[in-house]
């Protein structure tokens, strides 16, 4: 079975906090995704990335960047959390046919 | 913008009775298709896949495609209280990225 880790199942930050969130895939995925799922906008894509140190935004990269130094890590950054970053947050990996989520983060920011 | 659309529900149906859930996309590009399945607060679990014009089944699921229509659906039989969730349409082009439509809420009544 894939297994898509996501490092933490809640988190609360304050505004202004740089925030690491950390995904790991053990099916050694060429792709890794992360989205933010909110309530009537479905999941939107932030980054993606094809392959080590290769990464591209998505839909909604603005307030994010990215790491994948490994092949099985993906890393989100929130470089300085703000209120509207409060969402659910996936991770999920690719072989090039379905995509497997992680557990998700729920991320809230006071 | 490539685009996929679902009806937002709730689709109600009995216990016992066939769900259909309907998903439409705009690229005709479109190669590869996906049903996910989302419980309250969880993330998306695939249900299956299908690439090709017509019917794949899988148990009491059965996704159907019709290209030239740009249309996929999800039929799912005997449906069962524990089918209570929300269903997302995800589709894929060549490249590496999926497209999630913003999900069809189903509940089954006992």
């Known amino acids: 079975d894939v297994k898509v880790t996501q490092s933490s199942r809640y988190l609360v930050k304050r505004t202004g906090e740089k925030v690491f969130l950390e995904c790991v895939q053990d099916?050694?995925?060429?792709?890794m995704f992360w989205y933010r799922q909110d309530p009537g906008l479905g999941l939107r894509l932030i980054y993606f990335?094809?392959?080590?140190?290769?990464?591209e935004k998505g839909d909604i990269p603005e307030g994010y960047s990215v790491s994948r130094e490994k092949k099985e890590r993906f890393s989100l950054i929130l470089e300085s959390a703000s209120t509207n970053q409060t969402s659910m947050y996936l991770c999920?990996?690719?072989?090039?046919?379905?995509?497997?989520f992680g557990q998700g983060t729920r991320l809230t920011v006071v | 913008q490539k685009e996929v659309e679902q009806n937002s529900g709730p689709l109600s149906v009995p216990e016992g009775a066939i769900a259909s859930l309907n998903c439409t996309y705009s690229?005709?590009?479109?190669?590869?298709f996906f049903w996910y399945r989302q419980y309250s607060g969880k993330s998306p679990e695939l249900i299956m896949f299908?690439?090709?014009?017509g019917d794949k089944e899988d148990g009491r699921f059965t996704a159907q495609l019709n290209k030239a229509s740009q249309y996929v659906s999800l039929l799912i039989r005997d449906s069962q209280p524990s089918d209570s969730a929300t269903y997302l349409c995800?589709?894929?082009?060549?490249?590496?990225?999926?497209?999630f439509g913003p999900g069809t809420r189903l509940s089954v009544l006992p």
């Open positions: 999920a990996s690719s072989t090039g046919t379905a995509a497997f």
């Open positions: 099916m050694d995925h060429e792709n």
């Open positions: 990335s094809y392959d080590v140190k290769m990464k």
């Open positions: 690229d005709r590009g479109s190669q590869s």
């Open positions: 299908i690439y090709s014009n």
């Open positions: 995800a589709v894929k082009d060549y490249g590496q990225n999926f497209v």
